[in-house]
């Protein structure tokens, strides 16, 4: 009865089979491991940031470059502000804002980005406090310089003057006459009673919108292992049906040589009929 396994047709479908299962299985444990490799991401930078306030200051030049392990560390830095910038549409506890983003030059001759606060409503820089002159030294939490389109960074091009969309040095530098460190720092407090920009976790750390694909394409790869065994046992019983049918001698029209249903014997005998009477019985009337 299952004889219809061993055909040509079938061992194409039971390689397939074969084959699709465990590599759906894969894909699906691979998607899940990602997944949960964000979550521990997102675990470390939380725990890190934490920690990293209750560290004593570093100078600057000890954390350079930014990466994963220096993200969020506290720092010191002394120079002498310059040029002040605003930048737009930076939300805080949901409310539409922006920040006041000082530039800190060292002695060195680089400037750093300070983000000095937040101020809620539209870039204005009558808003905006001016910057503390003289020599100053601050202390704040090192990031990671800024990707246009990620991480709630704006993507737009052609911001009024004194306006920029994001931090980092190659936004900067078509902005100022000197040239800029690839990091920013945001102070611990706010400066003249601005609110204190929260420290972020760098990109690919977080449960974001990718880290939920991770685990949406996990349960796409798992839904294709019960398509498949579904599909496979659906064909088989079909099959096995056919052949019981095949065995006690019944078959549909659909599957008569010729195609020729009960609508073709009809056809036959009407045709049989006409022939019987025009060859085999002659006619009233014609006999001698």
């Known amino acids: 009865m299952y004889r219809f396994l061993l055909t040509p047709r079938w061992w194409g479908i039971n390689v397939f089979v074969v084959l699709a299962i465990p590599f759906c ?3 699906g444990s691979w998607q899940l491991g990602r997944f949960e490799d964000r979550v521990q991401d997102h675990e470390t930078a939380t725990t890190q940031h934490e920690s990293a306030r209750r560290e004593a200051a570093r100078p600057l030049a000890e954390l350079l470059p930014v990466d994963k392990a220096t993200v969020g560390k506290q720092t010191t830095v002394t120079g002498r502000y310059d040029d002040q910038l605003l930048v737009p549409e930076r939300k805080l506890d949901d ?11 060292t002695d060195g001759g680089r400037a750093l980005p300070v983000v000095r606060g937040w101020l809620p409503g539209e ?29 709630g960074v704006s993507g737009r091009s052609g911001w009024p003057a004194g306006q920029t ?10 902005l ?19 609110r204190a920009v929260p420290v972020s976790a760098p990109q690919g750390t977080g449960l974001d919108l990718k880290a939920f694909q991770n685990l949406g394409y996990t ?9 498949v065994v579904f599909m496979w046992f659906r064909l088989a019983r079909r099959e096995l049906e056919l052949a019981r049918d095949a065995e006690l001698g019944i078959v ?10 009960d609508a073709g014997k009809s056809a036959e005998s009407a045709e049989s009929e006409a022939s019987g009477d025009e060859v085999g019985e002659p006619r009233a009337g014609l006999t001698s």
């Open 25 to 27: 299985i894969f894909m």
């Open 95 to 105: 409310r539409e804002g922006f920040y006041v983003l000082t530039l800190l030059r």
């Open 176 to 194: 100022v006459p000197y040239d800029v460190y690839d990091a920013w720092v945001t102070l611990n407090e706010g400066d003249s009673g601005m």
């Open 252 to 261: 549909t029209e659909d599957e008569e040589p010729g195609g020729t249903g």
């Open 165 to 174: 969309g994001a931090i980092n040095a190659a936004t900067l530098l078509n």
């Open 123 to 151: 870039p204005d820089p009558a808003k905006a406090p001016a910057p503390p002159t003289g020599e100053v030294t601050v202390t704040g939490a090192l990031q990671a310089a800024e990707s246009p389109g990620s991480n």
């Open 219 to 227: 349960a796409e790869w798992f839904a294709f292992v019960g398509f």
